[in-house]
């Protein structure tokens, strides 16, 4: 718990980005709460319950949209829906990454040939336009699937980043004692190997949350997904095809995006901060 | 020759690089028919070389990390593949190893008592109960205070803390055989000394060294007997005194008259000539037949270029050189 | 002697998340010009924090809280970076620890060597070549070495390459840090020759941080001893080795193996930490001549001969 704290007080960048990430977490677990009292018990998404376009107030900090509703409510629920899809599916990917590259680390060979092919194929094919394709002619797209559909997109680039750190690991002199000590393969791979790159993991995961809410995003400003998930992206949709900035009403489509970067900035910094942490050649230094 | 703790029967090591292209295929010849042995008689034996010259693939094919390209190496007259086979619990028991770097060889994840825990719980030495009092043992004997120690994570230690650890390690496990791979290069002055001395311990517990090293001086202190390697050949071997004191081979002369000598009245009178030849790194050492030092001899004669000369034995040394014949 | 450069109470600290780390913690140190100047120590007394923090080239989190360097009576801690900047490599010039491994390995040395050399004047290419050619030259290094590139050369040589770098702008000081260190012997022994000889033909003062007494022993005129941030004792290469005074010295000493003699003697106990020095005198928890005073006061660095100062309280030092 002290090297926890320790580890804060050395990286700013570290503590703001998980503060950041924290706070909008917490806003979107008490979404339903908040919009349950805001709204009196309707949904945020209902069309029509305030007029149209009113400017910010103390009832409306931000306002309300062209279908009269209220902006912050929906930004809330966006929120939600965003992290939600994100974190699903930046979870399923890193799992998929972990796994296959523990696998393509510990046999080597054939195996390994066959999932660096498909890593790479991932990497280099334009993969935006297949997702795109997919989602459209998937009949029922539920959270889970679409978060799965992202996911199958997005879980390359960090296998690659695990793969070259668990080959850099294997010739360490640790691993070689381990093995004069009778460890077996396994042994080797999950309690000397593993632990050494749950920062990497970690940040595996944040490229794969901050790609997948991209990902996400870009389908709903073309109007691709499943209507009934109100995403910030499908939130920006809307604004955009109301004629919302015609009119001048900047604040509706500022705020979503606002709520977009801030997500991925504070990921971004705990990236990096992680780095500067966990980074062995300035671990001396740190003394983590 | 059956009859050592450890045999190297002309064993040879090629690796084989993958890589770019057609330059990709290279190989390089790590070691070339080696051969020598370890007594049954506890004993320290050097083996002195520069980098690359092929000691540390010694040191890894004596644990079974790497495997030999031809030729055998014995353990107690059985070979070693047979034994990692069969009977590798006892083989790793029974052959342990002190590594170069004090750093890198603890899991920065883990506390640094692992090693000793994990060599208890691994090869059985101890119940659970006995184990904290062993550990205790063995690192006050290493001079260490366990409280000090107990608990602490690797980078919380100074290198010459940790590689004490590496030795108490060594006395937990007690094996017959030990091989240390340059042990004390990342050490302080300060410490290699009290370093040593722990081998000689050892020694009298019964337990054998192969002192790996590029410090002809630090072998000088240590070692019974000495083997000087130069580019994956042995070319001169025989008791400390005799091999320091009366040098054989070009080579070792070499190396003995470029160590400095830490007292200003005793400074270097010659100096090293540049040759151009020599600028060049030595590149294709793999094909080579003869003897590896050949183009940095100054005493290299044409058959020296492609024949590798046999062992002489002049008094209690043996040599590989032309110049003995 | 004249005094070419001279560091007053210089102190380097690094910030850590436990606290500063004293690696130098108040080094006054004189250099002679026209000697060879060795700083010994082992690995963490701050030998090669001292050279950065002299030629300012730390980076953060390593600062200077206080100390002044003074070179032919400039300040030059206080020098804009700008104005510091010409000075490096045209008068102080360095050549760090591994810096054979700090080529680029696909340029060839020429480009390498004039590049840096043209970055520091403003001279023509032409020009530069002839520098470097005759650097080269100077360490005994034919001027084929400049097709060459740097995996081409081994080790040590691509080490003469990087001394003969340092010496192309024909400076006043070389500061070597661990110039040795990693070679195979023969190697280290011609590149010891090769600063000696910067002195010996070229008149140039060189400062060399090495952990090894016997290189010291080689080429050094005077040496100065570094433990656990501080200057333990300074003096003349013959002094130092006939008759060391200082605990830690001798200690040191009687550690340094050699084929000349087979009794070895470690200096029991650990370093301290640059985190948290030992009190008083910072060598005492190890000293067997340990005094009560050792451990309530520091000694202060104390001219006891001309040209040969102690901290100790063996030698006053109070």
């Known amino acids: 718990m002290k090297r926890v704290l320790l580890i804060l007080k050395y990286s700013p960048k570290l503590t703001t980005g998980i503060i950041i990430i924290l706070s909008l977490v917490l806003l979107a677990i008490l979404e339903p709460t908040i919009n349950y009292y805001r709204l009196g018990g309707r949904s945020s998404t209902e069309i029509g319950l305030f007029d149209t376009f009113l400017p910010p107030s103390r009832e409306h900090p931000f306002g309300t949209e062209a279908y009269g509703r209220d902006v912050f409510s929906l930004l809330l629920t966006g929120l939600k829906y965003s992290l939600l899809i994100g974190f699903t599916a930046g979870a399923l990917a890193t799992a998929i990454a972990v796994v296959l590259a523990s696998i393509a680390g510990y046999k080597g060979g054939r195996i390994e040939a066959f999932i660096t092919t498909i890593a790479n194929a991932i990497l280099i094919i334009p993969s935006w336009p297949i997702l795109a394709i997919i989602v459209l002619f998937v009949r029922k797209v539920d959270l889970f699937l679409l978060s799965l559909i992202l996911a199958f997109f997005s879980w390359a680039g960090s296998s690659r980043q695990i793969k070259a750190q668990i080959a850099s690991l294997r010739e360490r002199p640790y691993i070689d004692l381990a093995r004069v000590t009778g460890f077996s393969d396994l042994e080797i791979m999950f309690k000397e190997i593993l632990p050494n790159f749950l920062p990497y993991i970690f940040v595996g995961f944040s490229y794969a949350v901050t790609g997948t809410i991209m990902a996400e995003t870009a389908l709903r400003l073309v109007g691709l997904g499943p209507a009934d998930i109100p995403s910030l992206g499908q939130f920006i949709n809307w604004a955009i095809y109301s004629g919302t900035l015609a009119q001048g009403h900047y604040i509706i489509v500022i705020s979503p995006i606002a709520f977009l970067i801030l997500t991925f900035v504070s990921l971004n910094l705990i990236n990096v901060g992680l780095d500067e942490v966990f980074n062995p050649r300035l671990k001396q230094v740190t003394g983590v | ?325 | 002697m004249n005094t070419i450069l001279e560091v007053e109470n210089l102190k380097v600290y690094f910030k850590t998340i436990l606290g500063d780390a004293k690696s130098v913690d108040g080094v006054s140190l004189k250099v002679f010009e026209g000697e060879i100047l060795g700083i010994a120590g082992e690995s963490g007394c701050g030998k090669s924090t001292l050279v950065e923090g002299v030629l300012k080239i730390y980076k953060p989190p390593c600062y200077i809280p206080e100390g002044k360097v003074y070179y032919k009576g400039m300040d030059l801690l206080n020098l804009p970076e700008e104005e510091f900047r010409k000075l490096r490599w045209k008068e102080l010039s360095y050549v760090p620890q591994g810096s054979m491994n700090s080529l680029n390995p696909v340029i060839k040395i020429e480009e390498q060597m004039i590049d840096g050399i043209m970055s520091h004047t403003d001279i023509s290419y032409r020009e530069a070549k002839e520098l470097a050619l005759s650097a080269l030259n100077s360490v005994g290094m034919p001027p084929d070495v400049l097709e060459m590139y740097p995996h081409e050369l081994s080790g040590g040589m691509r080490q003469r390459v990087c001394i003969a770098m340092s010496i192309c702008l024909n400076p006043k000081i070389v500061f070597a840090d661990e110039p040795i260190t990693g070679l195979d012997v023969v190697m280290q022994k011609l590149n010891l020759q090769t600063l000696g000889d910067l002195r010996d033909r070229f008149g140039i003062t060189v400062v060399m941080v090495a952990h090894d007494m016997a290189c010291h022993a080689e080429i050094c005129d005077r040496i100065c001893i570094m433990y656990a941030g501080k200057i333990l004792e300074i003096g003349s290469t013959f002094d130092i080795f006939s008759d060391p005074l200082h605990p830690y010295t001798k200690g040191l000493l009687s550690a340094v193996p050699s084929l000349e003699k087979k009794d070895l003697k470690g200096i029991p106990g650990l370093a301290p930490s640059p985190l948290e020095w030992p009190s008083g005198c910072r060598f005492h928890p190890r000293c067997s001549y340990r005094m009560k005073i050792c451990e309530e006061k520091e000694p202060i660095l104390k001219e006891i001969q001309p040209g040969r100062s102690v901290a100790c309280f063996l030698y006053g030092g109070e």
Request: proline share 5%.
């Open chain 2, 1 to 325: 020759m059956n009859d050592g703790l450890l045999t190297f029967q002309n064993v040879s090591k090629v690796f084989r690089r993958v890589g770019f292209g057609f330059l990709g295929r290279a190989t390089v010849q790590a070691l070339k028919d080696v051969s020598f042995s370890l007594s049954l008689e506890p004993e320290v034996l050097a083996l002195v070389g520069e980098s690359g010259s092929g000691k540390s693939t010694i040191c890894r094919l004596i644990l079974g990390l790497e495997e030999p390209t031809s030729g055998e190496i014995l353990y107690k007259g059985r070979g070693i593949s047979d034994w990692l086979k069969n009977s590798k619990k006892e083989y790793i028991r029974e052959v342990q190893i002190i590594f170069q770097d004090p750093y890198e060889v603890y899991n920065p994840f883990y506390r640094v008592d692992r090693v000793l825990w994990m060599a208890i719980k691994k090869f059985n030495i101890a119940s659970d109960n006995e184990a904290e009092r062993l550990i205790y043992e063995s690192l006050e004997v290493v001079g260490l205070r366990p409280r000090e120690i107990l608990g602490r994570y690797p980078h919380q230690l100074s290198g010459g803390e940790r590689q004490r650890i590496m030795l108490s390690r060594i006395y937990l496990i007690k094996p017959r055989l030990l091989v240390a791979d340059e042990p004390v290069s990342m050490l302080d002055a300060s410490l290699r000394a009290i370093f040593l001395d722990h081998l000689r311990e050892f020694k009298k517990l019964g337990i054998s060294s192969l002192y790996i090293t590029h410090d002809l001086n630090t072998a000088y202190y240590i070692a019974d007997r000495i083997m000087i390697i130069y580019s994956g050949r042995i070319l001169e071997r025989g008791p400390t005194e005799d091999v320091i004191k009366d040098p054989l081979h070009p080579y070792t002369k070499m190396l003995i008259t470029s160590i400095p000598v830490p007292d200003p009245n005793k400074r270097w009178q010659d100096r090293v000539v540049i040759d151009i030849a020599k600028l060049q790194k030595v590149s294709g050492r793999e094909s080579i037949d003869g003897c590896p030092f050949y183009n940095r001899c100054q005493f290299a004669m044409d058959k020296c270029e492609s024949n590798f000369p046999p062992i002489r034995r002049i008094n209690n040394q043996e040599v590989n050189c032309f110049l003995y014949e």
